[in-house]
């Protein structure tokens, strides 16, 4: 897989775990090669009203003056869908907006320093103690994993949202931008 689709996978992951958004929705990562795109997003979002899109990454930079094609930069779009004759969660798309931003901006370095803050405290451990028991919890598995693929904490871009607006639904797509890590592999080409 590349560094966009292991992003897309895992941003997916973290806002459909628990507790990551006020309310629970389907939140589908499809790409666009799959025919069914459209009709899953459909029925997810007229199934309960609300449901969330982390749509496949779109390289915003190429690294320049090496002999091989890396994109050093990417923006992620997570789209929420709201069918507002349908949606009886119990929030709405504005609602989802402020949480899909405020569980993903500045991680993975967020979520991990908390987690280590927080067992440092409850455990009276020393950092590298509670970083390895951190680590060792699944809780925290896709944290690390983001950590793995960007070399800098996703941020809300510029222009944090886009909204779409019809009769319909309404649709909100919240932005950032992720530094991509360069693979070990291709530093030494460099």
Same mark, same amino acid.
């Given at each position: ?42 029925? !997810?979002? &007229? ?9 496949? @990454?779109?390289? =915003? /930079?190429?690294?320049?003056?090496? *002999? ?61 103690? !509670?970083? &390895? ?9 896709? @944290?690390?994993? =983001? /950590?793995?693929?960007?070399?800098? *904490? ?37």
């Amino acid at each position: 897989m590349s560094a966009g689709s292991d992003l897309q996978k895992v941003i997916t992951d973290m806002l459909g775990g628990d507790g990551a958004l006020r309310v629970s929705v389907p939140v589908l990562a499809l790409r666009d090669k799959e025919k069914s795109l459209v009709a899953r997003l459909d029925k !997810a979002s &007229a199934d309960k009203g609300l449901c969330i899109f982390v749509q496949p @990454l779109l390289p =915003l /930079r190429a690294m320049q003056g090496v *002999p091989f094609v890396f994109f050093e930069a990417a923006e992620l779009r997570v789209r929420i869908i709201e069918r507002m004759e349908k949606n009886a969660s119990g929030a709405d798309a504005y609602d989802l907006l402020e949480d899909v931003a405020n569980a993903l901006q500045w991680q993975p370095t967020l979520g991990i320093t908390s987690a280590v803050t927080s067992r440092m405290e409850a455990e009276s451990e020393d950092e590298a103690t !509670a970083l &390895a028991a951190v680590e060792a919890d699944s809780r925290f598995a896709n @944290l690390f994993k =983001l /950590r793995g693929i960007v070399s800098h *904490p996703l941020q809300l871009a510029g222009r944090p949202c886009e909204m779409l607006d019809d009769t319909e639904k309404r649709v909100i797509d919240v932005l950032f931008e992720a530094t991509y890590q360069l693979p070990p592999h291709l530093a030494s080409i460099s």
